[in-house]
């Protein structure tokens, strides 16, 4: 099973910046979406922006020109970089990632299809 680390998360002021982080644990043979989507305070979950194996990137038009996504490949870890953050920002964020394990065998060939979430980081965006 393949587990998400999130962290990253935490309470800040209008304007100011911060950083989350995921990383997979777990042999993975190939990672083919890894990124992050977020809830809102009585609001369904939706896509912030995610990443496929060919490092194009899908970004919410709500966040453009203020987040970025990073993907540091080698090590299955992606980094959101959150500029002038506004209360409407608030919610929980949760990483997700999809891709095959390693064989049973090693990971010279795939093994099974995954889709795993994280836990899920609070992030607050208050005076």
């Known amino acids: 099973q393949v587990h998400l680390v999130e962290s990253g998360g935490g309470l800040v002021q209008p304007g100011e910046s911060r950083r989350l982080s995921c990383a997979a644990s777990?042999?993975?043979?190939?990672?083919?979406?890894m990124g992050w989507y977020r809830q809102g305070p009585g609001k369904e979950r939706e896509l912030v922006a995610e990443?496929?194996?060919?490092?194009?990137?899908n970004i919410a038009d709500s966040v453009k020109g203020r987040f970025t996504m990073s993907r540091l490949n080698a090590e299955n870890t992606v980094y959101l970089t959150m500029n002038n953050l506004k209360p409407e920002d608030t919610g929980v964020y949760y990483c997700?990632?999809?891709?095959?394990?390693?064989?049973?065998?090693?990971?010279?060939?795939?093994?099974?299809?995954?889709?795993?979430w994280g836990q899920g980081t609070l992030l607050t965006v208050s005076e």
């Open positions: 777990r042999n993975i043979f190939t990672m083919n979406a």
């Open positions: 997700r990632a999809v891709g095959n394990y390693c064989s049973a065998d090693g990971c010279h060939r795939p093994g099974p299809h995954f889709e795993a």
């Open positions: 990443t496929n194996s060919g490092s194009a990137t």
